[in-house]
């Protein structure tokens, strides 16, 4: 046959058509080839754009691949419209607004065919066309290396992107395709990525690597499901969902990732079966927002290359980890921000650098028949509003099996500290906590150790062979209010006193001294006892008084920034207090709506004002209490209907008395609101508003334009708020202040021009949607402290300056 030419083979039986014959192009042996007819092409480059409309087969000489070029000098190559095949061509575009290949209908099969071209998409599927693609390759380093959209589809088995200029694989507007056994790398955009309503892919066996971008990005309500598949060597995340994306990951690998392993947030759901995540420079979960969750079953997360917790869960968002495996990591879990949780089942937490769980900022963290071993700390519950529940868990080779402080109120049942260093539970600065048939064994200080009369539950608890002792309770003393402390019950020790619940007021006899040891996270812990006779229990006291309206507004004062915010909580203060003295003097006074809309960014405040003006009503006896109680929508929204309403009805009354603070409320009135039971939780909300107007103060707060929007669909919430308060982000300076009393309280010093240094970096700081503002400053700090670490330990000697004092090469870098 000779070069430039094609033959025709005919296998149809009509007698007015040759069998065979050869043609000078290939659009005329198209033209000419029925159905079922094989057009062999002749070695050779055509320039030709070709339209295939048959199911017939068009094939390369056998033994010579690549000898065929399709290389038109615009336009589209090659375009399939029909089941045929497409075998051992050559196929190059030069059209950057077209694709290389269009596949448009009908199941054609695709075999050994190699795309170099510099086109929008090597190969395009549309139309709902359902192509097999078999051996192919794509080297496409001006766009996408294969798009599938327009309920497009197909399978496309050991298949190889050798480079694109940007995704990999683009799945879109509905289309659904599978690959098996393919291979991504050296793509300039994200390596697969699936995105919008109905879309979604299947993955097998496939391969992911050496992209510029992220590996797997999953967006707008798009599905995928990958089986057996390995994601490594990316620029940024491994793993990236975002807005309701649904992804499964089974028996996968990610390794090698500089940035995030797997981020996900706005709602997306994750489930990952048998699947390994290694060697991370951030986390390996970064799970944020409401609605948003991880469900872990059998995976194993290690090895983190960064200083960074291997599983985040922030943003009211949901993690589930059962029988997993987390080891060799700065941090294990770290579980933040009002509704976010975190529950563990029968799964392992080991050789942790720092914590091994930490919960923070109103979290919940449950963890089931865990063992945590070779951590600094194995769980830390942090401040007020966190908690959870430790049950049958296993803390073995710590510093600290367990620390409560700041108000935070875990439960801790039957679980077992071996040889802390320190202390197996210790509980301070307000830290509350009920510990339940927990035993504490070989502590190389003490068992339970409590101190600033913090009111701890302790019942059937037991120490043995703890070298400073099984129980040590410091109350808070002469200023600690009556009835603090922990109560115990049902204890035991083997030691030959026994256990001694201290008394109403007791003030221990003791002793300070060094740890014998480098200092851990408790540094110097309290000697043991004096031998002087205890004094018996003086008579109850009366109760102190709560702080007046003026230290209230003295502390709020005292907070960085937010003077408008404090000018409008003074006046609203003012009035309620002459409208108080109007009545004490049988005038008339003034109705005050005292419920208030606060707008404004996460981080700058608003929490911290709403329990200060709780405080303020409780000393203007308005409110009874002024205790702050802080819900969104996770926990008022039940599943079916009704819950809602019992759920609401239990956060009001828990409220009782005080403040109840509804975060993210624009969150109970979505713009696609359709069956969403959160309008029940509005109803419900506004009636026990009007039955109950004098026992709950309600505080609705948000960001600054969902607020609006929320109370503008909502009438009859808007007119029960009496004012809104808007919270400005913070400047660079008053950011400044707080990194430095961050750095006062914890015993820093800014270095001379570290201000300055700090000054230009907040002010460079980008303010996207990832500006925390106040946690932002605190953020900050805490990176210039673990930098600051990193430095001085290299030093041999250092001295009280080396230790204390923070440079301006210490800041983290601009993100």
């Not at 995030?260 to 060697?279: E, F, G, K």
């Not at 129980?471 to 026994?498: I, L, R």
């Not at 200060?612 to 996770?634: C, F, N, P, Q, T």
């Not at 460079?764 to 930098?787: D, H, I, K, S, Y």
Request: proline share 5%; charged share 25%; net charge negative.
């Amino acid at each position: 046959m000779a070069q430039g030419t094609v033959q025709v083979t005919h296998t149809g039986t009509s007698r007015w058509r040759r069998r065979t014959g050869e043609y000078a192009s290939l659009a005329a042996a198209l033209e000419a080839a029925a159905d079922g007819d094989v057009l062999t092409v002749a070695a050779g480059t055509y320039r030709e754009n070709l339209v295939v409309q048959r199911a017939v087969t068009l094939r390369g000489p056998e033994g010579s691949p690549g000898a065929v070029r399709i290389a038109p000098v615009d336009g589209v190559p090659l375009t399939v419209r029909a089941s045929a095949v497409v075998q051992d061509l050559h196929v190059e575009g030069q059209d950057t607004t077209a694709p290389a290949l269009l596949v448009e209908e009908g199941t054609p099969e695709l075999k050994d065919v190699r795309i170099v071209t510099r086109s929008a998409s090597g190969i395009e599927v549309r139309g709902g066309a359902r192509p097999t693609v078999r051996r192919c390759t794509v080297d496409n380093p001006a766009g996408a290396g294969i798009a599938v959209l327009g309920s497009g589809g197909g399978v496309f088995e050991e298949c190889e992107i050798l480079a694109a200029g940007q995704s990999g694989v683009s799945v879109r507007d509905a289309a659904h395709p599978r690959l098996e056994r393919c291979r991504i790398h050296h793509t300039s955009g994200p390596g697969i990525t699936v995105t919008g309503d109905n879309s979604a892919l299947e993955a097998v066996g496939c391969e992911v690597y050496e992209v510029r971008g992220s590996g797997v990005q999953v967006t707008g309500r798009a599905t995928a499901h990958l089986t057996d598949c390995e994601v490594h060597r990316t620029t940024a995340d491994g793993v990236t969902l975002d807005t309701d994306a649904v992804l499964t990951l089974a028996d996968c690998r990610l390794h090698d990732i500089p940035e995030n392993a797997v981020d996900l947030r706005s709602r997306s759901v994750l489930t990952l079966t048998r699947t390994t995540v290694r060697r991370f420079g951030r986390n390996g979960l970064s799970v944020w927002d409401p609605g948003t969750r991880v469900d872990a079953n059998q995976c194993e997360i290690s090895d983190s290359t960064g200083d960074y917790p291997a599983v985040w869960i922030s943003d009211g968002a949901t993690a589930v980890l059962d029988s997993c495996r987390v080891h060799d990591v700065p941090d294990a879990l770290f579980v933040l921000d009002r509704g976010s949780r975190a529950d563990v089942v029968d799964s392992d937490l080991s050789q942790v650098r720092n914590t091994a769980v930490s919960v923070s900022d109103g979290a919940t963290a449950q963890l089931d028949d865990c063992r945590i071993k070779e951590a600094a700390t194995g769980a830390w519950f942090r401040d007020h509003g966190s908690g959870g529940t430790l049950a049958n868990c296993t803390v073995d080779a710590t510093q600290t099996g367990v620390i409560v402080t700041k108000g935070a109120d875990p439960t801790i049942e039957r679980c077992t500290v071996v040889s802390p260093a320190e202390a197996g539970f210790y509980v301070s600065a307000g830290g509350r906590g009920s510990f339940l048939g927990c035993r504490v064994t070989g502590s190389g200080g003490y068992g339970f150790h409590v101190i600033d009369g913090c009111r701890t539950t302790l019942k059937k608890c037991r120490t043995e062979r703890c070298a400073r002792g099984g129980y040590e309770f410091a109350d808070a003393g002469q200023d600690a209010a009556p009835g603090s402390g922990p109560v115990v019950e049902d204890c035991a020790s083997d030691e030959s006193g026994g256990v001694r619940p201290p008394a109403a007021r007791e003030t221990a006899v003791q002793t300070v001294q060094p740890s014998p040891g480098a200092p851990g996270l408790l540094g110097a812990v309290p000697g043991q006892r004096g031998t002087a006779q205890e004094p018996p229990a003086p008579a109850v006291q009366e109760e102190r008084p709560a702080r007046t309206a003026k230290d209230v507004l003295g502390e709020l004062d005292a907070l960085v920034g937010l003077e408008s915010v404090k000018r409008e909580v003074r006046a609203l203060t003012d009035m309620i207090e002459v409208g108080r003295r109007r009545q004490q003097a049988g005038l008339k006074a003034a109705s005050v709506k005292r419920h208030l809309v606060f707008t404004g960014s996460p981080g700058t405040g608003k929490t911290t004002v709403a329990r200060l003006y709780g405080e303020i009503l409780a000393s203007l006896g308005v409110l009874d209490k002024g205790h702050l109680v802080e819900v969104s929508r996770v926990d008022l929204v039940g599943e079916h209907i009704g819950s809602t309403a019992i759920r609401t009805q239990e956060a009001f009354e828990r409220a009782r008395g005080g403040v109840l603070f509804i975060d993210e409320a624009y969150a109970l009135s979505p713009e696609d609101a359709g069956r969403d039971f959160g309008k029940e939780a509005i109803d419900t909300l506004v009636k026990l508003m009007e039955d109950h107007r004098d026992a709950v103060v309600v505080i609705v707060a948000g960001y600054t334009a969902e607020m609006e929007r929320f109370l503008s669909v909502n009438p009859g919430v808007a007119s029960r708020f009496s004012r809104t308060i808007t919270f400005s982000d913070y400047g660079p300076e008053e950011l400044l202040r707080i990194v430095g009393q961050q750095a006062e309280e914890h015993e820093y010093r800014l270095a001379p021009g570290t201000p300055d240094a700090l000054l230009k970096y907040f002010t460079a700081l980008p303010r996207g949607a990832a500006f925390g503002n106040g946690r932002t400053a605190r953020q900050t700090f805490e990176a210039m402290v673990e930098r600051h670490a990193s430095r001085v330990a290299q030093l041999a000697d250092p001295d009280t300056d080396d230790l204390t004092l923070l440079y301006s090469e210490d800041l983290p870098e601009l993100p």
